[in-house]
């Protein structure tokens, strides 16, 4: 795949800056506003289903919790979340699976999205550096360091910018390559086309098993994302544009109830339990590494599916730390999320 030109400066204009609206924003679905249900297959985009960023999906999907819900669902897999995303916003999709802090960056551009139910407390997200390819001098001096991301404009850019500010890197020294997940993440390494590659579990632990890397930003326990965002950091969440969830709420409470059922099955889940769920193309050819990338990440799991009460804050400071300096629109944080299809769910599965 082609190097990317989306640099931190883009980012920090694409997403703009966020200010927090003091309104509370609306507190529907009442259980009286339950929109009626179709019997159309429900289209579910999410960019990456290998990585155990996105397991309470295929684990919902594996197990037929969506199919107990009365659900028809198709899920269309994407080299990355921002792809995935644009599927939504085109239409091509009803619903989809990514990083909660995209919902921020759209509203202020725009477009309207609700969080349905939480997949992960941390973005899981690694940054690690390749043994072999790695400048020897110091990063101040070098002039084109290649950072291999899952997709142009992904989380995982995302992530790898927030670091470069932090160590203190100038955008301009930095070209971003796409590599996907998985097998061309590990072959853009050995090629050395990239040296450093910014992506999730499985295939940082794989990476780290087998000596390819170090290790230089890592949020997948709760400390480790903390100390990096300054806060708790949501991860992976279930979304649809805010008419959706409007339109068709008896939908959103039988996906939302099919995720809680996946997370409340995975807080119990041993390696047996997984070996039987997950397809083995998501082993990466090595399950030894894939039941040890899990748990590495399983405190960072969703208990139930809840966005912590200063989630979204933490989220929207991230954003600004790499936006320009400009005049921001308004964000209400309030109606990017919605635990009360989260909290019905709790109540019916006893979580």
Not at 223 to 239: I, L
Not at 308 to 333: C, D, F, H, M, W
């Amino acid at each position: 795949m082609a190097i990317s030109s989306i640099t931190r400066r883009q980012l920090g204009l694409r997403a703009a800056s966020a200010l927090v609206a003091c309104a509370a924003g609306s507190q529907w679905p009442a259980q009286a506003q339950l929109g009626p249900r179709t019997n159309a297959p429900l289209r579910i985009a999410v960019g990456g289903k290998g990585d155990l960023y996105y397991l309470p999906l295929t684990v919902a999907e594996r197990l037929g919790y969506f199919r107990d819900e009365g659900l028809r669902v198709e899920i269309e897999d994407f080299p990355g979340g921002s792809l995935a995303m644009e599927a939504v916003r085109s239409g091509q999709a009803d619903v989809g699976c990514g990083a909660y802090e995209r919902l921020i960056e759209q509203q202020a551009m725009g477009f309207n999205y609700r969080s349905l139910v939480l997949m992960g407390r941390t973005p899981q997200m690694v940054l690690a550096a390749s043994i072999h390819n790695w400048p020897k001098k110091p990063l101040s001096n070098y002039k084109d360091l290649r950072i291999g991301i899952a997709a142009p404009g992904s989380s995982s850019q995302f992530f790898a910018n927030l670091w470069l500010i932090q160590a203190g890197i100038s955008a301009e020294q930095v070209e971003f390559v796409g590599v996907g997940s998985g097998s061309g993440a590990i072959t853009a390494l050995k090629q050395g086309r990239i040296h450093a590659v910014c992506h999730v579990d499985p295939l940082i632990t794989l990476l780290e098993q087998r000596g390819e890397v170090r290790i230089l930003a890592d949020t997948r326990s709760l400390k480790g994302s903390a100390d990096f965002y300054g806060g708790p950091m949501p991860g992976a969440c279930m979304y649809v544009p805010q008419m959706f969830a409007q339109r068709r709420s008896r939908e959103v409470q039988s996906l939302v109830n099919a995720m809680v059922h996946a997370l409340k099955w995975m807080q119990t889940a041993g390696p047996v339990d997984l070996a039987r769920v997950v397809p083995m193309q998501y082993w990466l050819e090595d399950r030894g590494a894939y039941l040890a990338a899990f748990e590495k990440v399983r405190q960072t799991l969703s208990p139930d599916g809840l966005m912590p009460g200063e989630g979204p804050a933490t989220a929207l400071k991230a954003i600004a730390r790499l936006r320009e300096s400009q005049t921001a629109p308004r964000v209400n944080l309030a109606l990017t999320y919605n635990n009360e299809w989260v909290m019905r769910a709790k109540e019916k599965f006893q979580v």
